[in-house]
């Protein structure tokens, strides 16, 4: 079955640029999204078809996606963005949706 | 304003049935398809499953095929997410969300399942 592999946690200071990795087999090929979840709330989708932002979601948040490995980077990382991060990819093989394991990012 | 509205939290003994609901509003409900997502107490996001609301087709996860029903109601703009025996380790919060454009744009506010003894 396809899997997506993320890092459990990645620390930044605030002003900060953090990136989130996101691995899977030939995941250049796919689409991926990233969805922001803050304890207690819902996900929030930062990030769709690799790049694009949604209404709404500031420009700090960026995405990029080659190869085998998908990037989400938050650039002057704020307090506010600390939160679990999760990416997300359709898998045509086994026709499901596939969500990596997420990663607890940390504002220090 | 688009949202998904779910349905309250439940509390139910091992065994027993149960459906929860998404009502869509502010968007036509047919024109998107609604998935369900699943998150164990203090673990990450596991899709379930997705269904059409035009014609009601769904597709299941394999992990969740047989355990249980995904369907949808145009007419009331609602997709269901049922159990006809609920067992313990499907106590978890339960979202629904909006697909569009590969991906899920919207997310209702969770309901949390708790099955218990």
């Known amino acids: 079955s396809y899997e997506l592999t993320q890092p459990p946690s990645v620390s930044v200071s605030p002003g900060q640029t953090a990136r989130i990795t996101c691995s899977g087999d030939?995941?250049?090929?796919?689409?991926i999204c990233w969805s922001q979840q803050k304890p207690g709330q819902s996900p929030l989708l930062v990030i769709y078809?690799?790049?694009k932002r949604p209404s709404g979601i500031p420009e700090r948040f960026s995405g990029s996606n080659s190869g085998n490995t998908a990037t989400l980077t938050v650039s002057g990382t704020q307090a506010m963005d600390e939160a679990d991060y999760y990416c997300?990819?359709?898998?045509?093989?086994?026709?499901?949706?596939?969500f990596g394991g997420g990663t607890k990012l940390t504002v220090l | 304003e688009v949202q998904l509205v779910q349905s309250g939290a439940e509390m139910k003994k091992p065994g027993e049935s149960l459906r929860i609901s998404c009502k869509g509003s502010?968007?036509?409900?047919?024109?998107?398809?609604i998935s369900w997502v699943r998150q164990m107490p203090g673990k990450g996001l596991e899709w379930m499953g997705r269904?059409?609301?035009?014609?009601?087709?769904?597709i299941y996860s394999p992990a969740f095929q047989g355990h249980v029903t995904i369907s949808p109601d145009k007419s009331i703009n609602t997709a269901y997410l049922q159990w006809s025996s609920l067992k313990a380790s499907d106590t978890a919060m339960y979202f629904c969300?909006?697909?569009?454009?590969?991906?899920?744009?919207?997310w209702g506010q969770g309901t949390m399942v708790t099955v218990a003894s």
């Open positions: 969300a909006r697909h569009r454009d590969n991906a899920f744009d919207i």
């Open positions: 030939k995941l250049g090929e796919k689409y």
């Open positions: 269904t059409d609301p035009s014609d009601s087709h769904t």
């Open positions: 502010g968007y036509s409900f047919t024109n998107n398809w």
């Open positions: 997300q990819a359709w898998d045509s093989g086994t026709a499901r949706w596939v």
């Open positions: 078809e690799d790049r």
